[in-house]
């Protein structure tokens, strides 16, 4: 289970996690994907260098080269690391904090990403401690900064804060009304962006989307992050409203929906990715509902992760083809069930 889940959160009942990156580079060193391996070493050095004295013990370093293709993908379905990270292996590297809330990505699209995740809706107090770290790196490293625009970044859409706040929210009754289209709409209109599960190009599974700002210029942090924090406010109470409506119009139909999904988890023996995520929906749903009272949401949230390809090998601790996997997958959730 990811550690990070453990975490005290608020809004949990529709609120999976949030998350902040910060997109920082070098003052006068090319960006990764122009930079030379010896550049790489010496971002890389200068990066390390500066955490030494405050990392301590906390924080343990990888080298993504060192790391075996099922190592890096699992990284990547915890949300540890992003996918950009593992695209030039020789040259990339991360810092993962011991409770993995805070992973300091070197040489990803830039020199240096921060982020850090916990479970529910923390944007506010997740700032607070991003911004310190922040801080202690900016007190030792040059940072590639203009006047006039801010942070400097390989992509411009990240210029200005370099700030990428997102929550991951969990909407299987706007799904289900169809009124998941226009609010997905009314966000994009505000200056906010909804992806998938995993990130820009991913698909929404299990009714849980992924809603970020896209503006980092000519807004400050706290204004971004208080933006997004309303929002989401907004949406997690539409989402509650609606499931008390169908609680009172429908709820036969919504017991029965969940209590099907269960049933179908606890003794199926062939269970794909696809299948499995939709069946979490509804039983996180259930549980969130008050439906299944004997059970626990952070149980579907780890099994969410933990049944992903790269998660279950790691657990089966062996490689396993689709059509085999699709068969331990089916034989964790009943164990954990």
Not at 176 to 192: D, E, K, M, S
Not at 274 to 298: H, P, Q, T, W, Y
Request: glycine share 4%.
């Amino acid at each position: 289970m990811a550690k990070w889940l453990n975490g005290s959160c608020l809004k949990n009942d529709v609120v999976i996690s949030s998350r902040i990156r910060l997109a920082r580079n070098l003052e006068d060193v090319r960006f990764p994907q122009d930079m030379t391996m010896e550049e790489s070493k010496k971002v890389t050095d200068e990066i390390l260098d500066a955490v030494k004295e405050w990392k301590s013990d906390k924080y343990e370093f990888h080298k993504i080269g060192d790391l075996s293709s099922l190592e890096r993908r699992v990284l990547i379905e915890e949300h540890l690391i992003s996918p950009s990270l593992i695209e030039s292996p020789d040259k990339s590297s991360f810092l993962l904090r011991n409770d993995e809330k805070v992973t300091i990505m070197i040489n990803e699209e830039d020199h240096l990403r921060v982020q850090i995740l916990s479970s529910g809706l923390n944007l506010e107090n997740d700032w607070n401690e991003l911004n310190q770290i922040d801080d202690m790196l900016e007190d030792r490293l040059d940072y590639a900064f203009s006047d006039k625009f801010g942070y400097l970044t390989a992509c411009p859409t990240n210029v200005g804060t370099g700030i990428r706040a997102s929550v991951m929210i969990h909407l299987p009754c706007l799904v289900l009304t169809g009124y998941i289209n226009n609010t997905l709409q009314a966000v994009n209109q505000i200056g906010l962006t909804t992806r998938g599960l995993y990130g820009e190009g991913t698909e929404a599974l299990g009714n849980v989307f992924q809603i970020s700002n896209q503006v980092t210029l000519g807004e400050t942090e706290e204004e971004i992050i208080q933006k997004l924090n309303n929002v989401i406010l907004q949406i997690t109470e539409k989402e509650k409203d609606i499931r008390n409506k169908l609680l009172e119009v429908r709820r036969h139909e919504m017991e029965d929906r969940v209590f099907r999904s269960l049933g179908l988890l606890k003794y199926a023996r062939i269970m794909s990715s696809r299948e499995s995520m939709k069946l979490f929906s509804d039983v996180k749903m259930g549980i969130e509902m008050g439906i299944l009272k004997d059970m626990n949401s952070n149980t579907i949230d780890s099994l969410m992760i933990l049944t992903q390809p790269a998660s279950l090998q790691k657990y089966f601790s062996k490689d396993l083809i689709p059509e085999e996997r699709d068969i331990k997958r089916a034989e964790l959730i009943r164990e954990k069930l």
